[in-house]
């Protein structure tokens, strides 16, 4: 066999091991089981005081509140559906141009601006002009 067969025969064999390690840890991924914030506790706290805990310390909020399940409280500043029809709702925080942005995994049923509302769900930290929180299942209406 020539040399430039044998680099050949090499570099095919490695991209083939690196596509079944990509599919193993996709599939990885894809089996875990689902995380159902509704059996979960959430740590209970304003929309008010998640938004000064990011704007003070963004690191020290993560700590407390990223990838965790949180029960949110707050008055409703915007409903919305997307086109797969999710609704999103948003809670006013001091700053007008941050919200506290909540994804419902199940439709919540109607929700009116300027109410006061309780949600539980997943924290995903802060973005630019939100918080979001995935997975949402509404507490309190």
């Known amino acids: 066999m020539k040399t430039w067969q044998k680099a050949v025969l090499g570099i ?16 990885y991924l894809n089996s875990k089981p689902h995380r159902d914030v509704k059996k ?15 704007s003070t310390n963004e690191s020290q909020a993560d700590t407390l509140y990223n990838n965790k399940a949180i029960q949110v409280t707050g008055v409703v500043k915007s409903v919305t559906k ?9 809670l006013a925080t001091s700053d007008p141009e941050v919200t506290i942005n909540c994804k419902f995994k199940d439709d919540p049923g109607e929700i009116k601006t300027g109410s006061t509302i309780t ?6 930290g802060f973005l630019l002009t939100s918080i979001p929180i995935n997975e949402g299942v509404i507490i309190k209406k």
């Open 12 to 27: 095919l064999v490695a991209c083939l091991l690196v596509f079944g390690i990509v599919k193993g840890y996709v599939y």
């Open 40 to 54: 979960e506790q959430g740590i209970e706290v304003t929309a008010e005081q998640l938004y000064k805990a990011y």
């Open 82 to 90: 997307d086109d797969a029809n999710m609704t999103s709702v948003e």
């Open 119 to 124: 949600f539980k769900g997943i924290c995903t």
